[in-house]
C-alpha cells in the first residue's frame, strides 16, 4: 500500500488521537507529487494509520519505506509499530517496532524490512499487519513533521544502508558509510602544515583544474576547438535542464524544487542534477564568472540538501550512489570560494566525505586485509582526493592527505583472492572475476591520473604502486589488439571498442621522462581520425553521454594532444603467449592477429549477465552462457583488426551455443536465458583444473576439464589447447551429458558481411549460399574460413559445415536479429556418452592467417603427434619444437610418453630439448587454491579475503638431472637407483615456474 498524499481521500485511514494533533495535506513540502502529509502534535499521542493490510511471512521481505521532513531540527526519535488491530486492543505488544532519529532538517528517507529489521527477539512472525502507530519523540512536548511517498507492502527492496537515522538495520544492510563515518584517523596531527606542503597542494590543484576545465583549449586544432564547442554546448544544456527543473527561492530564502530521490528509484534523482545542472552552471561560473550561474549553482547546492543529499543520509540504500556523485565534488571545487564566502562549503565537504565513505582513510592499513573495489577507485578515491585540495590548508589537510594516499597504495597493491582489483598475473577484477570490458580499465584511468596529479610531490605514489598499475595496463595493452579485447573478457558488455586509453598517457607523465613502454602504447593508439577512438576524444560529462563517471573532460583532451604533439616514437604491439591464470585465459599474438582461449573453474566464474528481473529495462549478456566454455576467439581481419571483421557480429544472427572452441549443448534462446531469472549469472564449476603454461612467453598450453555443477551436473569435458607460433592444435576428450540436446565443438562461426564470400574446402573454393556439408569418417578435412583461417581434421566423420542465415537475438535482448553466417561444429550427438577411456573426442589444427596450399602441405607432413587423449592427460609431443607438452589431470600414475614419469599434482608441463644435454622444463599448477563456492553470490567478506594458497608440486623426470643456476622454492635430486630426478618445487597463483636442467653424465 502506497500513501502519496495527493488528495483528501489519502487521508482516509489516518488519524490522530482527538485533541493532540493536527493532519493535513501541505504544498509547502513534497517529495513525490505536490503535497505531503503535515502531522502537527501538541502531546505525546501517535498518528495512527489502520488503511491497509499486507502479510508478513518469516524471512520474507515484506516492510516499510518512507521519507520524513524537519523544517527544524529536533531531539529524539518518531517510534513506527506496527501489528494487527485486534492484538493491539488486547494491549500486546507491537509485532515489528524501530526508531528513526530527528536531528536533522530536510528531507530523509528509510526503509525497514520487517522479519530483519524491527521484529521484537523471541516473537514469532506476525502473519499480517494492519495498524500502525507512529509515536512522536518523547524529548518533545510539542513538534511537526511532514511524511510522503510511505509504502508498507509484502514486498520491498531488501538494499539499506544504516545512517544516522536508523543506525543499525538487520542483516543483509550495508554498514560500512556508518561505520567509517565513526572512524578517527589514525595518523598523528602534525603541528603545522610545511611551505612545501603548502606549494605542493597548490601544484596538485591547479594540475586537477586544468584537467577537469581545460581552460586555454587552442581552438586552432580541430580536437580542441571541438572540445571547447563541446563545453560550450554542456553549458548550454546545463541552463535548459536547470530551467525544466523549475527549482526556485521561497520569500524566506528556502528553495523548492521537484522531489529527488536515490539513483536506482527510477525517478528524477540527484544523478541528474548533478551532471545536467549543477556542474555545466559550475562550469559556467569557473569559465565565464556569470553572475546569474553563481546564483543557480547556490540555488542548487541549497536544494539538493533539503532534498536529502546531506551527511548521514542514507536515502534507503546508498548502492551505485558512490557512482553517481562525481559532479557534485567538482562543483564544490570549482565554486569553493563562493561555497566558503556564504557558510556552505563546511556542509558541502562534509556530504562528500560522508557518501566517500572518506573514514576509510583513516585505517592503519596494516593489518587485516581491506578491500578497495574498481568502483571505488574509479569514483570516491578519486573525488576523496578532491575533497582533500579544498581544505583549507591546515595541518588536518595534510593529516587528511597522508590518511588518502595511504588508502590509494592499499587499493594499488596485487591481491591473491577474490577480493581486490590487481591481480598476480596483471588482470583486474570486479565482482569478484575478470572485468576486462569495465569496471577495471575505468578503475586504471582514474588511478592513472591520480598518479600524475600527485607525481613530483611529497604525496606521489611509490614505484612499486605505479609498478602494480603499469603491469595492470600492459597487460590490457595484451588483450587488446588494435583497439579490442576478446569478448570473453569483457564482463557482461560484449561490445567492441576500445577500453583503455589516456591511463597509458597519465601514467607515462607521472614519471620524468615519461615511461618509454607506457608512451609507446599511447603513440601506437594515438590516431584520432579512427572511428574507434574517436568517441573517447569526446567531452562527454553529462547523463546523456552517459559518462557517468567525469573522466572525459575538456582539459583531460587537451592534456593527451600536447603529448601526442611530443612526438614520442609508437611502441610495437605485443608478441608471444601469455597465461593469465586468475582469468582462466590464454593468449597468443603474432604480427597483427590475437588468438583467445577463455575457460572457467572452481575459482573463475562462467559469465555476467544482467537479466530483466534486476531491472525490467535493462538487460546485458543475457545469451553469454557458454562464452567460457573453452572459447577461441581469433582477431585476425580488418583495417585496423576488429571482432566484425574477423566475423564476430554478435548483433546480426550470432547462435549463443556455438562459440568457437566452446564444447556445449545447443539450446534455443528460451532455454540459454529465462527473462524470470535473478540467479543463473557467475557459477563457478566443479573443477579446480583450468590455465595454462608457458614456454618462454613464446610458446605454450591451455586446458580446463569442464565439470557443471548447477545447469547440468553430468556435463564433462577435458580440452586443451597447444599454441605453436601460427599453429593451435585442440584436442577434447571425455565428453559426455545425460542432457537430451545435441552437443557439439565449434570450429568456426563466422559472420559474412557479403553471403557469398568464399570459403575453402578440400581443395575448392565454395562460394554458394546456402550450403550444407558433412565429412566421412576416416577421412581428413581441409577447410579455411572466410576470413584466412585454416582447418585441418584428421579424422571429419564428425564435422558439419554450414553456410546459411541464422536467426538470433541480440546480447541485449533488444530484439531479433539475422545474417549470413559460415559455421563448422563437430557433432557429439545427444545426450553423449564417453567409454570411459575418452572416446567421446575431438582433434582439429587451426591455422591462424594461412594459405590453402600451406593448409594442405601441413596437413600431408603435421609436426607433431598426439600421444594420449583422455581424463588421464592430454599428452603431445611437437617434432619441430623438440617439445612434449603434457596436461595432466590426473596424479600418481607412471606417464609412459618422454621426460616427464610422475607428477603427485594436476599440472601443466612443457618439456623443450636445448641442444644434445639440457632441457627448458616450464610447469604451472592451474589450481588457485581458494574458498570454493557454487556461484559468486555465496561469496562472503570472509571468504573474498582469504589468499590463494601455494603448492609444492613433486615431479619425477626419467633421467639424472641438475638445475642449472639457482631457483628459489626449487630442489632437484637425482635418483641413480631408479634413473630419475625428484623436481619439487613451490607454485602460486596458477603461474608458470620455468627451470633449465642439464644431464648429469652417468660415469662409465
Known amino acids: 500500500m502506497r500513501f502519496s498524499f495527493e488528495e483528501k481521500r489519502d487521508l482516509r485511514g489516518w488519524r490522530t488521537p482527538s485533541g493532540t494533533g493536527n493532519l493535513e495535506l501541505s504544498s509547502r513540502h513534497a517529495k513525490d507529487g505536490t503535497h505531503s502529509l503535515k502531522w502537527s502534535w501538541s502531546r505525546r499521542a501517535p498518528l495512527i494509520c489502520q488503511e491497509f493490510r499486507i502479510s508478513v511471512a518469516e524471512g520474507s521481505s515484506a516492510g516499510m519505506e518512507g521519507w520524513i521532513y524537519c523544517e527544524t531540527p529536533m531531539p529524539g526519535s518518531l517510534r513506527f509499530c506496527l501489528g494487527q488491530r485486534a492484538s493491539d486492543k488486547r494491549g500486546n505488544a507491537p509485532a515489528y517496532a524501530f526508531q528513526v532519529n530527528l536531528g536533522f532538517t530536510g528531507w530523509r528517507m528509510f526503509r525497514i524490512v520487517f522479519d530483519s529489521d524491527a521484529r521484537a527477539k523471541d516473537q514469532p512472525p506476525a502473519g499480517s499487519v494492519d495498524r500502525l502507530e507512529i509515536w512522536p519523540p518523547e524529548e518533545t512536548v510539542s513538534g511537526c513533521v511532514y511524511l510522503d511517498a510511505i509504502e508498507i507492502a509484502s514486498a520491498i527492496s531488501s538494499q539499506r544502508t544504516d545512517d544516522f537515522q536508523i543506525p543499525e538495520h538487520g542483516p543483509g544492510a550495508d554498514p560500512w558509510h556508518l561505520f567509517y563515518a565513526r572512524q578517527k584517523p589514525c595518523r598523528p596531527l602534525p603541528d603545522t602544515i610545511t611551505e612545501e606542503d603548502k606549494q605542493d597542494f597548490a601544484r596538485i590543484r591547479e594540475r586537477y583544474f586544468r584537467w577537469l576545465l581545460g581552460p586555454d583549449l587552442d581552438r586552432r586544432k580541430s580536437l580542441l576547438r571541438r572540445a571547447y564547442d563541446d563545453r560550450e554546448a554542456y553549458i548550454h544544456r546545463g541552463w535548459a535542464a536547470f530551467r525544466r527543473l523549475g527549482v526556485r527561492r521561497l520569500p524566506d530564502g528556502s528553495p523548492s524544487g521537484p522531489g529527488l530521490f536515490g539513483h536506482a528509484s527510477g525517478k528524477t534523482s540527484f544523478y541528474h542534477v548533478f551532471y545536467d545542472a549543477l556542474l555545466p552552471l559550475a562550469f559556467d561560473w569557473a569559465l565565464h564568472k556569470r553572475q546569474e550561474a553563481r546564483e543557480a549553482a547556490l540555488l542548487l547546492f541549497d536544494y539538493v540538501h533539503d532534498q536529502g543529499w546531506a551527511e548521514g543520509s542514507g536515502l534507503g540504500s546508498l548502492w551505485l550512489n558512490c557512482l553517481v556523485f562525481a559532479p557534485y565534488c567538482h562543483a564544490i571545487a570549482l565554486l569553493r570560494g563562493e561555497l566558503a564566502a556564504t557558510g556552505r562549503l563546511d556542509r558541502a565537504i562534509r556530504t562528500a566525505f560522508w557518501y566517500q565513505t572518506f573514514g576509510k582513510s583513516f585505517l592503519r592499513f596494516d593489518g587485516d586485509f581491506v578491500e578497495t573495489n574498481a568502483d571505488a577507485l574509479r569514483s570516491i578515491v578519486f573525488t576523496s582526493l578532491v575533497m582533500v585540495l579544498m581544505l583549507e590548508d591546515t595541518p588536518q589537510k595534510a593529516q587528511y592527505m597522508e590518511g588518502w594516499r595511504a588508502w590509494l597504495h592499499d587499493a594499488l597493491q596485487i591481491s591473491p583472492r577474490f577480493a581486490g582489483v590487481f591481480k598476480p598475473d596483471g588482470l583486474g577484477f570486479h565482482h569478484h572475476g575478470v572485468y576486462a570490458g569495465a569496471y577495471a580499465p575505468c578503475a586504471y584511468e582514474f588511478c592513472s591520473l591520480m598518479a600524475w596529479l600527485v607525481h613530483g610531490t611529497r604525496f606521489a605514489l611509490s614505484a612499486e604502486a605505479r609498478g602494480v598499475l603499469k603491469q595492470a595496463l600492459l597487460t590490457q595493452d595484451v588483450l587488446t589488439n588494435a583497439y579490442d579485447i576478446p569478448y570473453a573478457v569483457m564482463g557482461r558488455m560484449p561490445h567492441p571498442g576500445l577500453r583503455l586509453f589516456s591511463a597509458y598517457a597519465f601514467l607515462a607523465l607521472a614519471s620524468d621522462p615519461p615511461d618509454p613502454d607506457l608512451s609507446g602504447i599511447f603513440m601506437r593508439l594515438w590516431k584520432p581520425g579512427e572511428p574507434r577512438v574517436r568517441p573517447l576524444l569526446r567531452m562527454t560529462l553529462d547523463s546523456r553521454g552517459g559518462q557517468f563517471l567525469c573522466l572525459h573532460t575538456p582539459g583531460r583532451l587537451q592534456i593527451l594532444q600536447e603529448f601526442a604533439e611530443r612526438r614520442l616514437p609508437a611502441g610495437p604491439p605485443p608478441n608471444g603467449f601469455w597465461v593469465k591464470p586468475w582469468g582462466a585465459l590464454a593468449v597468443q599474438r603474432r604480427k597483427n592477429w590475437l588468438a583467445a582461449v577463455k575457460g572457467w573453474s572452481q575459482y573463475v566464474w562462467d559469465f555476467e549477465m544482467h537479466p530483466r528481473s534486476w531491472a525490467p529495462k535493462w538487460e546485458e549478456n543475457v545469451y553469454g552462457r557458454y562464452i567460457s566454455y573453452g572459447t577461441l576467439q581469433l582477431l585476425t581481419s580488418g583495417k585496423p583488426v576488429n571482432p566484425v571483421d574477423s566475423g564476430w557480429n554478435l548483433e546480426r544472427g550470432w547462435d549463443w551455443c556455438r562459440w568457437p572452441g566452446a564444447t556445449a549443448p545447443h539450446l534455443t534462446l528460451r532455454e540459454i536465458y529465462d527473462p524470470r531469472t535473478s540467479w543463473a549469472t557467475r557459477f563457478f564449476s566443479a573443477a579446480e583444473f583450468a ?26 569435458a577435458f580440452k586443451t589447447y597447444f599454441f605453436f607460433d601460427d599453429e593451435i592444435i585442440c584436442l577434447g576428450s571425455n565428453i559426455q551429458s545425460r542432457d537430451p540436446h545435441r552437443f557439439g565443438t565449434t570450429l568456426f562461426q563466422c559472420w559474412m558481411r557479403e553471403r557469398r564470400m568464399p570459403i575453402y574446402l578440400n581443395g575448392r573454393m565454395i562460394s554458394e549460399f546456402p550450403f550444407r556439408w558433412s565429412g566421412r569418417k576416416g577421412h581428413s578435412a581441409l577447410l579455411m574460413d572466410p576470413y584466412g583461417n585454416g582447418y585441418w581434421v584428421p579424422d571429419a566423420g564428425r564435422i558439419h559445415l554450414m553456410r546459411g542465415p541464422q536467426q538470433s537475438r541480440d546480447a541485449w535482448n533488444r530484439g531479433p536479429t539475422s545474417g549470413p553466417f559460415s559455421t563448422c561444429w563437430w557433432d557429439h550427438g545427444c545426450a553423449p556418452r564417453d567409454d570411459g577411456y575418452g572416446a567421446e573426442r575431438y582433434h582439429y589444427v587451426v591455422l591462424v592467417q594461412t594459405k590453402p596450399s600451406a593448409l594442405e602441405r601441413y596437413a600431408a607432413r603435421p609436426p607433431y603427434r598426439v600421444h594420449l587423449q583422455n581424463h588421464q592427460a592430454h599428452i603431445l609431443e611437437h617434432f619441430g619444437r623438440r617439445t612434449m607438452a603434457y596436461a595432466v589431470f590426473e596424479t600418481d600414475w607412471e606417464i ?47 571468504a573474498v579475503a582469504v589468499p590463494s594458497r601455494p603448492s609444492m608440486v613433486r615431479l619425477k623426470l626419467l633421467g639424472q638431472w641438475r638445475l642449472v643456476g639457482s631457483e628459489d622454492g626449487v630442489s632437484v635430486k637425482t635418483m641413480p637407483a631408479e634413473d630419475r630426478t625428484l623436481i619439487e618445487t613451490i607454485c602460486r597463483y596458477g603461474l608458470t615456474r620455468e627451470l633449465e636442467l642439464e644431464r648429469v653424465c652417468r660415469p662409465a
Open 691 to 716: 590455465g595454462g603454461v608457458s614456454s618462454r612467453g613464446r610458446q605454450g598450453v591451455f586446458a580446463l576439464k569442464i565439470h557443471e555443477h548447477f545447469y547440468d551436473p553430468t556435463f564433462l
Open 896 to 942: 609412459p610418453y618422454g621426460t616427464l614419469a610422475r607428477t603427485d599434482t594436476p599440472v601443466l608441463v612443457m618439456i623443450q630439448e636445448i641442444g644434445d644435454v639440457r632441457i627448458r622444463l616450464s610447469l604451472a599448477d592451474p589450481d588457485l587454491r581458494l574458498p570454493k563456492r557454487r556461484n559468486m553470490g555465496y561469496l562472503n567478506h570472509e
